[in-house]
């Protein structure tokens, strides 16, 4: 089943993680255009060719990917990601913002410079993409779109060593509500995914912790932590025509991780 037949869907900080597995799992539900965001250092930029590589070796033929390397927290990158999509495809149709950065630390002794780029990179950057490509979609013919801000589960409740990263991901919650109010008359909607412990690099240290990794599993209802792939599969239905109603709705995608309290 073709979900995104012919979408060009632009995802931010897709050379792994979360970005990565919605690359793909777009490229596998038919999008003719990928726009991959990365940030653009040596690491990164190797993970993109293999990304790359992954998408035309296992997806459909007629997937073409343009490759937007930059830091996120910098207004311009958000420029030339449009710049870049709109000469290579002509339209965006599905934006997934999710580069974040996430380094635990404790509260008390926090740097400012940690709280500065945390909130730079998660919801500055969030701001200036969501802004660009919304200009963008209001433009285009036929008008319209769908954008994806990845929030967390940690919009909603707290954790010991992110007193600087759960108020991004409650702002990009509220900045997809506005947004969806704020867009609606341009067929523009506006969603977010809040998933809950997927493991990726941005947890790795905080996982490695074999007592927590525990605690963290027990606390799910599905008995196991997430995988990237896990929210690549809502991120698509929220993307396609099959959630055409669907805007300003928030959806957890934890293992049932929220709703266990005891
Ligand atoms: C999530 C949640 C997870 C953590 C990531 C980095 O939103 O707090 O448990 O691993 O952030």
Redesign the pocket.
């Given at each position: 089943m073709a979900l995104l037949a012919n979408k060009i869907v632009c995802i931010t900080g897709s050379s792994r993680g979360i970005g990565r597995a919605c690359a793909v799992e777009s490229a596998r539900h038919g999008a003719t255009g990928l726009i991959l965001h990365y940030f653009g250092d040596q690491e990164t930029e190797a993970e993109l060719q293999s990304l790359k590589a992954e998408i035309y070796a296992t997806t459909h033929d007629n997937c073409r990917v343009v490759g937007v390397p930059g830091d996120i927290a910098d207004s311009g990158t958000s420029q030339q990601i449009v710049k870049a999509g709109v000469e290579a495809f002509g339209r965006i149709d599905v934006l997934v913002s999710n580069a974040r950065i996430?380094p635990f630390a404790e509260f008390l002794t926090m740097p400012h410079a940690t709280w500065e780029r945390t909130r730079q990179v998660n919801l500055d950057g969030s701001f200036y993409v969501v802004q660009a490509v919304a200009n963008q979609m209001k433009s285009q013919v036929p008008q319209g779109g769908s954008i994806i801000g990845l929030a967390?589960?940690?919009a909603l409740v707290g954790?010991e060593f992110?007193c600087h990263?759960t108020p991004t991901?409650a702002g990009i919650l509220s900045m997809m509500q506005s947004c969806a109010v704020a867009l609606g008359k341009y067929n523009i909607r506006c969603n977010a995914i809040l998933?809950?412990?997927?493991v990726t690099d941005?947890?790795k240290e905080?996982?490695a912790n074999e007592k927590k990794r525990g605690d963290?599993i027990r606390r799910t209802a599905l008995g196991r932590l997430g995988a990237p792939e896990d929210v690549a599969g809502p991120m698509v239905f929220l993307a396609s025509d099959l959630a055409k109603y669907v805007t300003g709705a928030q959806l957890l995608v934890d293992g049932g991780l929220f709703v266990n309290l005891q």
């Open positions: 996430c967390s589960i940690s954790g992110q990263y991901k998933p809950g412990t997927i941005i947890n905080d996982l963290m």
